[in-house]
Nanobody, 119 residues
Framework: QVQLVESEGGFLQPGESLRLSCKGS????????LYWHRQRPGKRREWIAG???????NTADDVKGRFTISRDNAHNTLYLQMNNLKPEDTAVYFC?????????????WGRGTQVTVSS
């Protein structure tokens, strides 16, 4: 079955960096666009970054220039490099793949990983 497993988040101070990873299995990883989302305390889940199967990327305005999404198809792994973290980046971070056809059709999510930024 399709599985997405995020790496452990952490407790960081403002200005620090963290790289999250998301390991995919059960599907042909290289064929699909992949996404990162987050849910901040008391807020709805929001999209923050996406990468196409061809490697084109896009990021939300409030993380642009600080967060970078990338992928390693050889290792079925999606990354989110987060630099210059701010307290408002405190959230649960989720990776996601949307498979729109075939036997695996569905919207799949990892369980999420907590990132806390505080001094």
């Amino acid at each position: 079955q399709v599985q997405l497993v995020e790496s452990e988040g952490g407790f960081l101070q403002p200005g620090e960096s963290l790289r999250l990873s998301c390991k995919g299995s059960g599907f042909t990883f290289s064929n699909y666009g992949l996404y990162w989302h987050r849910q901040r305390p008391g807020k709805r889940r929001e999209w923050i970054a996406g990468i196409t199967s061809g490697g084109s990327t896009n990021t939300a305005d409030d993380v642009k220039g600080r967060f970078t999404i990338s992928r390693d198809n050889a290792h079925n792994t999606l990354y989110l490099q987060m630099n210059n973290l701010k307290p408002e980046d405190t959230a649960v971070y989720f990776c996601n793949v949307l498979i729109t056809s075939g036997a695996l059709e569905g919207d799949y999510w990892g369980r999420g990983t907590q990132v806390t930024v505080s001094s």
